[in-house]
């Protein structure tokens, strides 16, 4: 080859920007595979199936000529091309058209692939189905669980309130021991002795919601109290007059 000469207007009006020259490389490189991969695809011998598929798809495409010898048959007994069959002319005007079958899989094959792939969509659909519903019920647990949590704490917070008036109320008649050891708030660890912890050993098989009934109605009989109202009456008939009932229901 010649050298180049770098002062030629041809040289000098090339573009020389970095990575150019590698860009048009590989540009070149593939227009070239393309070209190559085409001349492959003409020289290519055609095989048996792809030349029967040719043939048939061209006769396929063609119309039926007098050569046919069903044609023939229908064309003697009146009928014309383009006409459609029966006596009245309300059958077919097209012939049926042919399905070739290319795979070896045994008749129905495609049929029952089609069933399973449906009865699959199926059983996808009720585990979807199920899985909502399941995840449906769990919320609901959670939020039922969440709100007796709520209405225990409340509980809890009614009984020790009833507790510490309980223990005004007894203290203020110089009633020193409780009916109940759980009648008053519980006194600090330290200061509880054996007994103390046999009796809260008995109360423990109530319950929140029971020792707050049984408190509750201790307090409105012994001292004429309502811890919903926040109230103390002056006698039994004061308090059923004037008291709505006794409980947080009764005062909503």
């Avoid at 909502?132 to 919320?139: S, T």
């Amino acid at each position: 080859d010649e050298e180049e000469d770098y002062m030629s207007d041809l040289f000098i009006k090339q573009d020389v920007r970095p990575g150019l020259p590698m860009v048009r490389r590989m540009k070149d490189a593939i227009q070239k595979e393309e070209k190559q991969k085409e001349a492959n695809e003409k020289n290519r011998q055609k095989s048996i199936k792809e030349e029967e598929k040719e043939r048939r798809d061209l006769v396929l495409k063609s119309a039926l000529g007098n050569e046919n010898k069903g044609f023939a048959l229908l064309q003697k007994m009146g009928y014309k091309s383009g006409q459609a069959l029966g006596k009245s002319g309300e059958g077919i005007v097209e012939p049926i058209p042919l399905n070739i079958k290319t795979g070896r899989s045994g008749l129905g094959h495609e049929e029952l692939k089609k069933r399973k792939a449906e009865e699959k969509l199926e059983n996808y659909r009720q585990k979807l189905h199920m899985k909502k519903k399941a995840n449906e019920q769990a919320a609901d647990q959670f939020r039922i669980r969440f709100k007796n949590k709520q209405e225990e704490r409340k509980m809890e917070g009614d009984l020790r309130k009833s507790q510490r008036a309980c223990q005004q109320l007894d203290m203020q008649k110089d009633i020193d021991v409780p009916k109940e050891t759980w009648y008053w708030l519980e006194p600090e660890e330290d200061d509880k002795d054996e007994e103390d912890k046999e009796d809260e050993c008995t109360s423990s098989d109530l319950s929140v919601s029971e020792k707050l009934h049984i408190l509750t109605a201790y307090l409105r009989e012994k001292h004429f109290y309502c811890i919903w109202c926040g109230t103390t009456y002056e006698d039994p008939e004061d308090l059923s007059s004037n008291c709505p009932g006794d409980s947080a229901a009764d005062h909503d």
